[in-house]
């Protein structure tokens, strides 16, 4: 118990020596002073003489300083004090060499920043987008036409599936719409979803408020009900609890609020951050007759979970035959039609896989270039280092003790450049996520994964430690007489070698960014000067969507159509305007039609016929967006109310009527209409500028007045002479005239609307041309940083050189040739690296090869100028080098 | 050859300027074998970067035969500078990765001799002081005396009318030091005008005539005009 007791006791005198040091010592020196003093007066008393009593006295107590250094030892904590001594030295070298120390923290941010950006922004896309209980069960289904293996499948065959299926616990459809908001103020249009009663249960979502919906719900006549998202019931019901029971108003239609889904649960036919306001009824209960065509497809999702111990595969098989039992049953709808079962992790994130994937393996080349850098850094120090450790070592200090001393520095480096680095990883992934909103699936929930953060920074740190050792291992290797010395040339050749290998291997990996940046860069220019065959600039698009009342009949909605029309054409700036019930280029809408030469037997099944886009297009929409007529004519007025017309495109032309003029030829639209094609224009890019799949499709137009039913929703376009947003305003002011219950939304420049298309290649493209941006500067540090080091340690030959008569050119060219040689062989080796991975990214590139001649030739050209204008900033101090002073340094 | 006319030199300090060279008055004709000698410190070694133009900074007029260096600029005085000046250092100063052979060829590439005259005149200068067979071998597997030699066939594989030699023997031992100033003096016969800087007053008297410095004054031997050999 007591030498307990007495140890506590030496720990505490010890912690508390840390603080109050100085007083500490005081006390110990007047403490030694009055044992010397007490010594002094017995030897004075014995009859000696004060100096020799002192003499004696300092004998017998065997030195003051000494004394005073064995107890300041037995008094504190010598290995925390000399911890602390180290941290203090690290601190007041790392200020002392700010250059350094500012580019060391800046690579090994930019490193961990970066890296741990875009690898939690993949890892929320590719590895874990679902955010739903037991996602590996969780499957989307399509139907796969001879078209395309996504498409959406009609409700008919969705009741038959679920129906039908052995392999999934539940399966539920869904159906993306927008309804106009009534009742709350201002009439709004607000998206929602159209869903089966099972479709909360099957994704494992609960209201936080009522229920969700039930089979009751799902069917004609059924009590209209709604659920609303929790931004709507904190927004318009202030988060009443008793909203339950209340009604809504959703198209003119009052539904009862049956409950609140909460804020976080998005589903993925909604991009963006996600709207707030938000709201689902249920599928079942639309009484439209296209919802129950089987020939009609209108965008619906089905999403299935997996029954227990059953996996994607054997869904895949189950579903292949109930399509082909349908297929059977209904050979004019559903021949050759089959459905496809895609995990659901698989399909968010399908579209950008490959960009993300090409994204991975550009920023871990970052990381592996920030740690080289630092590598190459911390080399370069080592050896401006080696001498003075060597006489730390020469007046005392243990070999253990210098490398604590450097890994206590390191580790303040890391902590720098890794706290740095935190921030910008934070940084960055907001970045990512805010400037391209509409790039990333809604449903995917992205924040700095701490997981990656964490293996990045260990990487970095890793590195830093590592090579942050290196000049106390060089005293070990080299002795210590050569390093006191240092002239350890053997050593140095090694050293620079190693130096000059990672910047080669820094060189290479930087061309292979610049040469994958370049190819995105020559793609989006060439997807950007594509025409997409109309003239998209001054036109402007705003959706409208008429009240309730106007929509009551077709004859009472195309009146007011037309009206609107007119009124919009009055307003001053708007040179012509026109409307569309279909779709609208880049407006993400677009429908196929099945179609037939007249005259010819068609396929028994509708999904082998030709298909084609339809626009129901008003008066002079050719002439708002300038798509060329070229022959023929468009509408007239009297079109919409004789025989059905069309206008067909050129591609549509040359698929049904080839080497043959369409002008005067019929059309059969489906089984029951056939009309006359009355002119031919020109093919314009429905969705994309860069041919993607609607871009196949021929195009066909018909009078807006001759549309089927009402449609609840139209979009303006007009051409204006003045800045077409200032528009928007106006055109309010006139849809309020005419119809003081309508909703106008989404006024869009058609500019804007082409722009928004290019969003993820314009993402991939500014991403990755930042990396290599980031890595060209770091690759530029990187051969400056050598070149530097070298023509340090080459000075004295410098001097020898012009003593020998060497003109400043003749330096120049010699220190410039060093580090073009180096530029040259990383050139070499990345261009090889290049050519085999840039083919990885071929399917993000449009209009050029993925080995180029000219992006390769550019890329080479920048990356060795600024490789020379890094050996540059040396090279001129070599060129001043005085030869007197480099002969006599020796 | 050589005429100096009032030259100084001064470094700027903390205390104000330090003198180096105070009003250097000398003529060294051609032909000449001079040895400058002095204390430490006393600006020998200033001198002879001042006579072979390393050094610019300094005031005064320096005529090299009919050449005002003075007046010219940097890029005129190394252009006269490889035209006569050959240089042998204390410490040889080859540079340690070139081998014999290219070390002896570098300053020619500084007089842009094209390729094979320079193969020529570098067999030459090797089979005249005995190192054909050392060619190959870097500096560092050399005794000192073999690496001044080089140092030497190097000052001359130009052809200089002029060899500054900065303490040739401070590194070698006795034996050595006879071969590398038995060397110059060689040379000297042919018409190779020397200036030495030397401590020893034995390989002093290899030529006829001694220049003392001390605190950058000439304290004696600019009056001396000895006869060339």
């Known amino acids: 118990m007591k030498p307990l007791k007495s140890n506590l006791r030496a720990l505490t005198v010890r912690f508390s020596s840390l603080f109050g040091r100085a007083t500490g010592d005081r006390e110990l020196e007047a403490e030694l002073e009055s044992h010397v003093q007490m010594h002094i007066d017995d030897g004075v008393r014995a009859g000696m003489s004060p100096e020799e009593a002192r003499r004696q006295a300092l004998m017998k107590i065997g030195g003051v300083e000494q004394t005073k250094e064995a107890c300041r030892e037995r008094r504190g904590l010598p290995l925390i004090e000399s911890l602390l001594q180290d941290v203090r030295f690290g601190l007041r070298m790392l200020r002392k060499n700010p250059g350094f120390t500012a580019v060391a923290v800046l690579t090994l941010a930019l490193g961990i920043g970066a890296t741990t950006a875009i690898f939690s922004v993949a890892d929320a896309v590719l590895l874990n987008p679902v955010p739903f209980p037991r996602p590996s069960q969780l499957v989307d289904l399509y139907e796969k036409t001879s078209t395309t293996s996504r498409a959406g499948v009609p409700y008919a065959d969705l009741l038959d599936w679920q129906r039908d299926n052995r392999s999934f616990e539940g399966l539920a459809g869904y159906l993306g719409d927008e ?33 969700s919906f039930r089979g009751a719900d799902d069917r004609v006549g059924a009590q209209p009900v709604a659920l609303i998202s929790e931004g709507l019931w904190k927004r318009a019901f202030a988060s009443n609890t008793a909203v339950l029971g209340e009604t809504i108003d959703l198209n003119g239609q009052a539904r009862v609020i049956v409950g609140v889904v909460p804020s976080d649960f998005r589903i993925f036919s909604r991009f963006g951050s996600g709207p ?56 004019t709808s559903n021949a050759t039609v089959g459905a496809a079962v895609i995990p659901m992790k698989q399909d968010i994130g399908g579209n950008l896989r490959p960009a993300l994937l090409v994204l991975l393996g550009a920023v871990g080349l970052v990381l592996l270039i920030a740690c080289a850098n630092l590598t190459n850094l911390l080399l370069a120090r080592a050896r401006g280092r080696a001498q ?73 740190l890793l590195s830093v430690l590592l090579f942050g050792l290196a000049p106390a291992l060089k005293i070990s290797a080299v002795g210590l007489q050569s390093g006191l010395k240092e002239t350890g040339r053997s050593t140095s050749s090694v050293h620079h070698r190693t130096q000059a290998a990672v910047v080669v291997t820094e060189i290479s990996l930087s061309l292979v960014l610049l040469v994958a940046a370049g190819l995105l860069m020559r793609s989006f220019v060439r997807v950007w000067s594509t025409s997409p065959g109309f003239d998209p600039k001054d036109v402007l698009t705003v959706s409208v969507s008429l009240s309730p009342e106007n929509l009551s009949s077709p004859r009472k909605a195309l009146a007011v159509y037309r009206e609107l029309r007119e009124q919009i054409s009055a307003i001053p700036g708007v040179k012509v305007a026109s409307l569309s019930l279909g779709s609208v280029p880049f407006s993400g809408d677009w429908s196929a039609y ?106 066909m137009y018909f009078p807006y007045a001759a549309f089927p039913g009402v449609p609840s929703s139209t979009t303006l376009i007009l051409r204006s002479s003045v800045k077409p947003l200032s528009l928007a305003g106006s055109i309010r002011d006139r849809v309020d005239a005419v119809d003081p219950g309508a909703v106008v939304y989404n006024a869009r420049t058609m500019e804007e609307m082409i722009s928004g298309s290019l969003a993820q290649r314009r993402l991939s493209m500014i991403l990755l041309g930042t990396f290599a ?104 101090r070599a060129m001043r080098v005085d030869p007197m002073v480099a002969l006599r340094h020796e | 050859m050589i005429r100096l006319a009032n030259v100084e030199k001064t470094y700027e300090s903390g205390a104000g300027n330090t003198w180096v060279l105070r009003r250097i008055n000398l003529d060294i004709r051609e032909g000449e074998f001079v040895t400058v000698m002095g204390p430490s410190g006393a600006g020998k070694s200033t001198l002879m970067g001042i006579i072979g ?35 042998v250092f204390q410490q040889y100063h080859l540079i340690d990765n070139l081998t014999v052979a290219e070390n002896l060829d570098l300053p020619l590439t500084y007089r842009d001799v ?50 500054l030699a900065d303490e040739p023997t401070g590194s070698l031992h006795s034996s050595q030091g006879k071969m590398i100033m038995d060397t110059l003096k060689n040379l000297n016969d042919q018409g190779t005008t020397i200036v030495q800087v030397t401590h020893n007053e034995a390989w002093a008297a290899y030529g006829p005539r001694v220049i003392q410095l001390a605190d950058g004054w000439i304290v004696d031997g600019q009056a001396k005009a000895g006869a060339p050999c």
């Open chain 1, 179 to 211: 309804f106009t908001l009534t009742g709350s103020g201002k009439p709004a249009r607000i998206p929602g979803e159209r869903v089966s009663a099972n479709f909360f249960s099957v994704l494992g979502v609960h209201p936080i408020l009522g229920r």
């Open chain 1, 276 to 331: 707030s306001d938000v709201v689902f009824v249920p599928l079942g209960q639309w009484n439209a007759s296209r919802l129950r065509d089987r020939d009609v497809r209108m965008g619906l999702t089905a999403v299935g979970r997996l029954r227990p111990g059953v996996t994607a595969g054997q869904a895949q098989a189950e579903m292949g035959q109930i399509a082909a039992n349908l297929a059977k049953t209904y050979p």
């Open chain 1, 388 to 460: 003075e450790l060597a006489i730390r070592e020469a007046l005392g200090a243990s070999q253990k003790r210098i490398r604590r001393q450097l890994l206590v520095e390191s580790t303040i480096l890391a902590l720098a450049g890794g706290s740095v680095g935190i921030l910008l990883a934070g940084l960055g992934t907001r970045y990512v996520l805010t400037l391209f909103p509409a790039v990333l699936p809604s449903i995917v929930h992205v924040e700095t994964n701490l997981g990656v953060l964490g293996a990045a920074l260990a990487i970095s």
């Open chain 1, 594 to 699: 099945p179609l037939w030469r007249s005259g010819k037997t068609p396929p028994s099944a509708l999904t082998q016929w030709h298909w084609a886009a339809a626009v129901a297009a008003g008066p002079d929409y050719f002439r708002v967006l300038r798509i060329p007529l070229i022959r023929g004519r468009e509408f007239a007025q009297q079109d919409a109310l004789s025989a059905p017309v069309v206008l067909i495109d050129q591609e549509l032309a040359r698929e049904l009527f080839p080497n043959e003029d369409p002008i005067g030829k019929r059309l059969d639209m489906g089984p029951q209409v056939t009309a006359e094609v009355i002119g031919l224009v020109q093919h314009v890019l429905p969705t994309g500028l860069d041919g993607d799949a609607a871009s196949a499709f021929g195009q």
């Open chain 1, 773 to 876: 941006g980031i890595a060209l500067m770091l690759a530029a540090i990187g051969i400056y940083g050598v070149i530097s080091y070298l023509v340090g340690q080459r000075t004295h030959e410098i001097g020898i050189r012009m003593a020998l008569g060497a003109q400043p050119r003749d330096i120049l060219r010699d220190v410039l040739g060093q580090g073009g040689k180096m530029a040259a062989a990383g050139i070499a080796l990345g261009l090889l690296a290049s050519l085999g991975l840039t083919r990885l990214m071929a399917s993000m590139l449009f209009g050029v090869s993925a080995t180029d001649p000219s992006t390769f030739a550019a890329v080479v050209a920048v990356l060795l100028g600024v490789a020379l204008l890094a050996c540059w900033i040396p090279a001129r």
């Open chain 2, 53 to 87: 133009m390393l050094d610019g900074d300094w005031r005064g007029e320096y005529f090299l035969d009919d050449h005002a260096v003075h007046r010219l600029d940097n890029r005129r005085r190394v252009e006269l500078h490889k035209q006569y000046i050959g240089f």
């Open chain 2, 114 to 163: 094209r390729r094979p005259e320079r193969q020529a005149l570098v067999a030459d200068i090797l089979d005249r002081f005995q190192m054909v067979g050392k060619k190959d071998l870097y500096p560092s597997q050399l005794s000192g005396g073999q690496q001044q030699l080089v140092a030497v066939a190097r000052a001359v594989i130009g052809k200089p009318k002029l060899i």
